[in-house]
């Protein structure tokens, strides 16, 4: 395992997801007063970053095959990302605000990839725990950019750009420090270039996961937050409470549950974390309110043994044909997972209605998580096999790859 490459590349993850972040909280601000948008204006300013990042993402993986100097691109993509943050400062309309906030989605997607294929060079043999640390620290960003974002939205909305800008100039310096052992000897390029079997059911999982991944995420921070405002009636303090109740565990144990994964594999994590999730999740329109914080937290530690195995699953994907592209293909689905998370949710709400014109809560929370239960039980059949094949090669083709531990 590099160990300086992986505090690298921890610290730069980081830094890179609490610019992000530090926007939500002030986009009625940002948006609808300083430069006079809409209520759905606001929101596509959220989606842009995600949909530029969609496309940009292939074409940045597709130049990074042809230049294999990850540092480099690290660099000039958190300094561009960095630009960005100043150009939305400084924008005088929302059409030049948009389009700074298009060149953010354009850096920071494959920013978040080209990371995550850094710390699979350079765990070696415990690609568990050094994907482990890089979504520990990808989700400690989450959790930190958001109520920070809220303290400097209150004294100075534009603080959150100039902040913002700040941090990804350190990630980028950060990102100078990153060097893994396929930087100095590139792998082959048919371990590079992605290609997908679309006929084999198996070739879809990886992207199956990466997309629930965050579909859940958008329909808990959405429709989820909505429940406990309408249902049990709790101030902006309690809801922030309990979903910190969820990410601070998910964002902690992440490193653990990739640690653990080197141990025993990625099969029996992944597919028991993401049967009980589906059960918890279920339940969230049942229990009583006071049982609440215990299955946030519950939920929380199922979604980290979730998230990193999904990270070493794709690893394994990877190095068995795939190629790493696969890593941008996998970030792709989970924006497409984010999109239509609140979407879905919110056709839920508007259509699922008791005759008094309420929400059935208890039937969309269950459907969500029926539908992850099935996706385990199907993942179960379809990934045993390989589980079963890859684990007796694991070692060998790290012995062959010549990665250092």
């Known amino acids: 395992m590099n160990r300086p490459a992986l505090r690298a590349i921890a610290a730069a993850t980081f830094l890179t997801l609490v610019p992000i972040t530090l926007l939500v909280p002030g986009l009625t601000e940002l948006v609808v007063e300083m430069h006079g948008g809409t209520r759905f204006q606001a929101h596509l300013f959220v989606a842009l970053n995600q949909l530029a990042g969609i496309v940009a993402v292939p074409f940045v993986i597709r130049l990074h095959r042809r230049n294999e100097n990850t540092r480099a691109w690290l660099v000039g993509l958190l300094l561009l990302d960095a630009l960005s943050f100043?150009?939305?400062?400084?924008?005088?309309?929302?059409?030049?605000?948009?389009?700074w906030r298009a060149v953010d989605g354009i850096a920071h997607l494959p920013a978040v990839t080209l990371l995550m294929i850094a710390a699979n060079r350079a765990g070696g043999r415990r690609r568990g725990a050094s994907l482990g640390i890089a979504a520990s620290a990808l989700m400690v960003g989450v959790g930190v950019g958001a109520p920070l974002g809220g303290v400097l939205v209150d004294r100075d909305p534009l603080l959150v750009y100039s902040v913002g800008a700040v941090l990804l100039v350190v990630a980028a310096a950060a990102a100078a420090f990153?060097?893994?052992?396929?930087?100095?000897s590139p792998i082959p390029s048919a371990h590079r270039r992605y290609h997908w079997d679309r006929r084999n059911l198996a070739a879809w999982m990886p992207l199956a996961y990466g997309f629930t991944d965050r579909f859940l995420?958008?329909?808990?921070?959405?429709?989820?937050t909505l429940?406990?405002?309408e249902v049990h009636g709790v101030n902006a303090a309690a809801r922030?409470?309990?979903?910190?109740?969820?990410?601070?565990?998910f964002a902690l144990l992440c490193w653990p549950a990739g640690k653990l994964t080197d141990r025993v594999g990625w099969f029996a994590p992944i597919i028991t974390a993401n049967i009980l999730f589906g059960l918890v999740y279920a339940s969230y329109g049942l229990v009583p309110f006071t049982w609440l914080p215990a299955a946030m937290v519950l939920s929380g530690v199922l979604s980290a043994l979730m998230f990193a195995p999904s990270l070493v699953l794709v690893s394994e994907f990877s190095r068995h044909g795939a190629g790493e592209g696969l890593f941008g293909t996998f970030q792709v689905a989970g924006s497409f997972g984010f999109l239509a998370g609140p979407l879905v949710g919110g056709v839920l709400v508007e259509t699922l209605r008791t005759p008094a014109g309420d929400p059935r809560w208890e039937a969309i929370f269950a459907g969500v998580g029926v539908v992850l239960v099935i996706l385990g039980l199907?993942?179960?059949?379809?990934?045993?096999?390989?589980?079963?094949?890859?684990?007796?090669?694991?070692?060998?083709?790290?012995?062959?790859?010549?990665?250092a531990d």
Do not use: N, Q
């Not at 995420?217 to 989820?224: L, N, Q, Y």
């Open 86 to 99: 100043a150009g939305m400062r400084a924008a005088g309309s929302l059409e030049v605000l948009f389009a």
């Open 227 to 229: 429940f406990l405002t």
């Open 240 to 249: 922030g409470m309990l979903m910190s109740l969820f990410l601070l565990p």
């Open 378 to 403: 199907f993942s179960w059949r379809i990934l045993a096999p390989l589980a079963k094949s890859w684990g007796e090669s694991s070692s060998e083709w790290v012995r062959d790859r010549g990665t």
């Open 178 to 184: 990153v060097r893994t052992p396929a930087d100095a």
């Open 217 to 224: 995420i958008g329909v808990f921070v959405s429709t989820f």
